[in-house]
C-alpha cells in the first residue's frame, strides 16, 4: 500500500530518512513551510529556504522514488518578528504561483497575539487570491481556543472549509473541526501530540472521512516512520485495507489535489529512480554505487 505523510519537514531531515520511508511505503510527502529554531534575520533567508523547498527537497525525495509537494507561507512562530514578516508577506504571491505548491501554509497560531490573527487572516485572503487550500497549525498550549478562533477566522474571512486542513488535533479538538466542512490532520509524535494508539481510537469513534494523519517530522524529537508505524498499528487492530487506502492516499491526495497543481491519476505512479542524477552540481550520493530503474 502507498503511503502519503501529508506534513513532514524534511529540509530537517537526513537523506537516510528519504530512504528509510521509501522502504517503509512512503510514496509521497507535503512539506509546509517552518521555521528555523531560531528567528530568521532577512527576508531574504525565507526565499532561499522557499527555493530550497521548490528544488532541492524535491530532487532528494525523486531519488528514492517519493513524490513531493509543499506549502508556502509565514508561519506563525514567524509572524511575531516584525522585522521580516511584511516583507515575507510581500514575497510570497510569486511563490505561491510555483509549481509543486499545493496549499498556503503553514499559517495559524503560536502564541495567540493579536499579530498573528492579522496575518493568519490575510495568507487565508492570499490562498483564495491563488485558488489554493490553506494548511493551518493550531497551537500546543491552549489548542482548545486556538481551533476555534481558526474555524471563526475562516467563516470571517470566508475561505471555503472544504479547502481547509485544520492540523494537529487531539481528542478535544477533533469533534469540533468536524462538526465543520473543514479537513482534520493530526501528528503523530514520540511522546506527545498524538500515539498511534490514540489515533487508532479516534478513527474507531470518527471514521475516516475528512481525517489526514503526518508525521509532522522536524528539527526536533520526532519521528519520520510515524505514518507507516501508524498503519501497521490500525491493520494489526483489524482496520479493512479499504480504509486504510482512503486515511493514508485518498483523503490526503484528494485534500490538495484542490490545489489544481497535480494530476491525481498520474500522482499514484512512482517516478522512475535515477541517481546518476544531479542538482544544480549536487548528489545525495556519497561515491555509492548510483539506483537506477529503468
Avoid at 481558526?150 to 488535533?169: C, Y
Amino acid at each position: 500500500m502507498k503511503l502519503f505523510d501529508p506534513h513532514i519537514h524534511m529540509s530537517s531531515r537526513t537523506t537516510d530518512d528519504y530512504q528509510a520511508m521509501a522502504a517503509a511505503g512512503v510514496a509521497a510527502v507535503v512539506e509546509p513551510a517552518f521555521w528555523t529554531g531560531q528567528p530568521r534575520t532577512h527576508v531574504g533567508t525565507h526565499e532561499d529556504y522557499f527555493l530550497t523547498l521548490l528544488g532541492w527537497e524535491r530532487f532528494r525525495a525523486s531519488q528514492f522514488g517519493i513524490r513531493h509537494l509543499c506549502t508556502l507561507a509565514l508561519n506563525p512562530k514567524e509572524a511575531n518578528n516584525a522585522a521580516t514578516a511584511r516583507g515575507v508577506l510581500e514575497l510570497l504571491p510569486r511563490y505561491l504561483e510555483k509549481d509543486g505548491v499545493v496549499a498556503v501554509g503553514e499559517i495559524g497560531f503560536d502564541d495567540m497575539t493579536p499579530v498573528e490573527d492579522k496575518i493568519f487572516g490575510e495568507q487565508l485572503e492570499l490562498a483564495k487570491k491563488h485558488g489554493l487550500p490553506a494548511l493551518i497549525h493550531t497551537p500546543h498550549r491552549e489548542k482548545k481556543r486556538g481551533t476555534e478562533r481558526s474555524l471563526a477566522l475562516i467563516r470571517e474571512v470566508g475561505f471555503p472549509e472544504e479547502m481547509a486542513l485544520i492540523d494537529h488535533n487531539n481528542e478535544i479538538t477533533l469533534p469540533l473541526v468536524l462538526k465543520t466542512g473543514c479537513w482534520a490532520a493530526h501528528s503523530i509524535y514520540p511522546g506527545t501530540k498524538m500515539d498511534e494508539a490514540r489515533m487508532f481510537a479516534l478513527v474507531r469513534e470518527y471514521g475516516s472521512a475528512r481525517i489526514l494523519i503526518n508525521s509532522a517530522a522536524d528539527w526536533g524529537l520526532s519521528d519520520p516512520l510515524k505514518v507507516p508505524k501508524t498503519a501497521a498499528l490500525m491493520r494489526d487492530n483489524g482496520v479493512d485495507e479499504a480504509t486504510l487506502v482512503k486515511l493514508f492516499w485518498e483523503n490526503p491526495v484528494n485534500f490538495f489535489a484542490q490545489s489544481g497543481r497535480f494530476d491525481v491519476a498520474e500522482f499514484g505512479v512512482a517516478p522512475k529512480i535515477d541517481q546518476r542524477e544531479m542538482f544544480q552540481g549536487s548528489t545525495v550520493l556519497r561515491g555509492q554505487t548510483p539506483v537506477v530503474q529503468s
